[in-house]
C-alpha cells in the first residue's frame, strides 16, 4: 500500500522541518507548498492538506482566499495549526482577539470522544508561540478542546473533514499523538 500524501502548506512558520518531520513519522509523504504556488485544484495527489501557522495575519481575508477556495474545493480532510486554525475560522466568520502572549508547553483539556484525540490523555500539553486567540466557535464549526487562556483551543468543522489547534502540534509528544490522531483520519 502506497503512503498517504499530505500537503503542507507554508504560511511563513518557522517551523517547517519539524512539520514534515512528524507526518514523515507517522508514515505519510509530504509536498510543501506556500500560498503563492498553491495548485489550482487537488486532484486527488494528497490524502490530506495541512496549513501551518502564518507569518501574514489570519485576519488578511484576501491573502489567504486562493487557499480557503481550495481547500472548500476539497473533499480531503484539513488540519490548521495555529495560524493555519484562524485563518479557517476567520474566513468561516471567527474573530479573533488579543490576549497574552504565551510561548512554551500550556495545559489544555480536550473532548475525549473525538477521534482527533484516540491516543491522548483529557489534559494535553501542547507548545504555544503567539497572542491571538479565536474568541468562539465560527459557524459550522466547534470547539473540541479549552483552556484557561482560550475557549478554543482546538477546532472541528460540523462535517468532521476540517480540524484546528490553537497549538504547534510539531512540538512536544502530546503533539504528536493528536497528528496521529488526524493522520487515522486520512488512512
Known amino acids: 500500500m502506497p503512503q ?5 502548506v507554508n504560511n511563513g512558520t518557522l517551523s517547517l522541518p519539524q512539520l514534515r518531520a512528524r507526518f514523515e513519522q507517522l508514515g505519510s509523504t509530504t509536498e510543501t507548498t506556500d500560498t503563492a504556488t498553491l495548485p489550482d485544484r487537488l486532484d486527488g ?3 490530506a492538506v495541512v496549513l501551518s501557522g502564518t507569518k501574514v495575519r489570519a485576519y488578511e ?3 489567504y482566499k486562493p487557499l480557503v477556495d481550495l481547500l472548500l474545493d476539497s473533499r480531503v480532510p484539513v488540519f490548521g495549526i495555529c495560524g493555519g486554525m484562524q485563518l479557517l475560522a476567520t474566513q468561516a466568520g471567527g474573530r479573533l482577539v488579543e490576549g497574552p502572549q ?10 475525549k470522544s473525538e477521534a482527533l484525540f484516540a491516543h491522548v490523555k483529557p ?3 501542547v507548545f504555544h508561540r503567539h497572542t491571538l486567540y479565536l ?4 459557524p459550522g464549526f466547534r470547539s473540541i478542546g479549552r483552556s484557561a487562556q482560550a475557549p478554543v483551543e482546538f477546532l472541528r468543522s460540523d462535517d468532521g473533514r476540517i480540524h484546528g489547534s490553537q497549538a504547534h502540534l510539531e512540538f ?5 499523538e493528536i497528528l496521529r490522531g488526524f493522520a487515522d483520519l486520512y488512512r
Open 135 to 138: 474568541e468562539a466557535a465560527p
Open 61 to 63: 481575508l484576501d491573502h
Open 172 to 176: 512536544r509528544s502530546d503533539g504528536l
Open 4 to 8: 498517504p500524501r499530505v500537503l503542507l
Open 45 to 47: 495527489r494528497y490524502q
Open 102 to 111: 504565551r510561548v512554551g508547553g500550556h495545559e489544555a483539556e480536550v473532548d
Open 123 to 125: 489534559t494535553v500539553t
